[in-house]
């Protein structure tokens, strides 16, 4: 059975806000750069491929999700890039209990987040680091450097990788462990990040992701920014050279 979702009350993004236009887009995704610089990446060539992966991996589980439940319509099976709690909804939604997946165990929105924010000692993957010195008074920033960065990393080890499952793995490829300095701070972006939607952005352009980045590209060529006029985040260029495999 394909996963679908469930919802009780509220919208998708948890809200009824809606960017018409990318002035508003623009100064949202703005108020989330500013979290990013007070929280250890204060230039454009920190934030901007911090904040590349995290968009990235939003719209992949809900392009994913709309996967899922058109071929739940016509009766087909189908697999995830990701495997939950690994899944943006599991891991990185705000937690709510009014929206859930139907997909066997019908859990809520942002159950693994809860799960590792309000009951850290229950997680089984935290436990192995108890006594190895590593600080875990932060354990869903602990959870996502030293469990969930590294299974995106070697999916596509797997001799039966997808196609989709390398390019995630190359879009991680150059990231060890996240930029940002606080679990608070990290939560913070991650709710920002998750009312990005094609529900919530006006969809003058195919992609969300392309109206952030235009707006982002702006703002990168101003007068004493770092990230020069032209500025691409590497882990995308990476992940572009690995799919069209230019010849040399």
């Not at 993004?13 to 250890?40: E, F, P, V, W």
């Not at 939604?93 to 066997?104: H, K, M, R, T, V």
């Not at 799960?115 to 996502?144: A, H, M, N, Y």
């Not at 913070?188 to 939607?197: N, P, T």
Request: aromatic share 10%.
């Amino acid at each position: 059975m394909a996963a679908t979702r469930k919802k009780k009350n509220g919208s998708d993004n948890g809200n009824n806000r809606k960017y018409t236009s990318q002035q508003s887009l623009d100064s949202y995704i703005y108020s989330a750069c500013d979290i990013m610089r007070r929280s250890n990446c204060a230039g454009a060539l920190q934030y901007i491929p911090e904040l590349t992966w995290i968009l990235f991996l939003r719209i992949l589980d809900e392009r994913e999700q709309e996967e899922a439940e058109n071929a739940d319509a016509v009766g087909f099976n189908f697999t995830p890039s990701l495997e939950a709690p690994y899944r943006w909804r599991d891991w990185a939604a705000p937690y709510d209990d009014s929206l859930f997946n139907l997909d066997g165990e019908q859990r809520p929105q942002g159950w693994k987040r809860h799960q590792i924010t309000e009951q850290s000692k229950e997680v089984e993957e935290l436990k192995k680091f108890r006594d190895t010195g590593i600080d875990l008074s932060e354990p869903f920033k602990v959870w996502v450097d030293l469990i969930f960065i590294p299974y995106l990393k070697q999916l596509k080890n797997s001799k039966d990788a997808t196609p989709k499952q390398k390019v995630i793995s190359e879009v991680m490829s150059g990231i060890d462990r996240v930029r940002i300095d606080s679990q608070k701070n990290l939560l913070d972006i991650l709710d920002k990040i998750h009312e990005i939607s094609s529900k919530t952005v006006d969809d003058t352009h195919i992609f969300p992701l392309s109206q952030v980045f235009e707006g982002l590209l702006l703002r990168m060529g101003e007068k004493g920014n770092d990230g020069g006029q032209f500025f691409t985040p590497r882990i995308i260029i990476r992940a572009m050279v690995k799919v069209i495999r230019p010849l040399a």
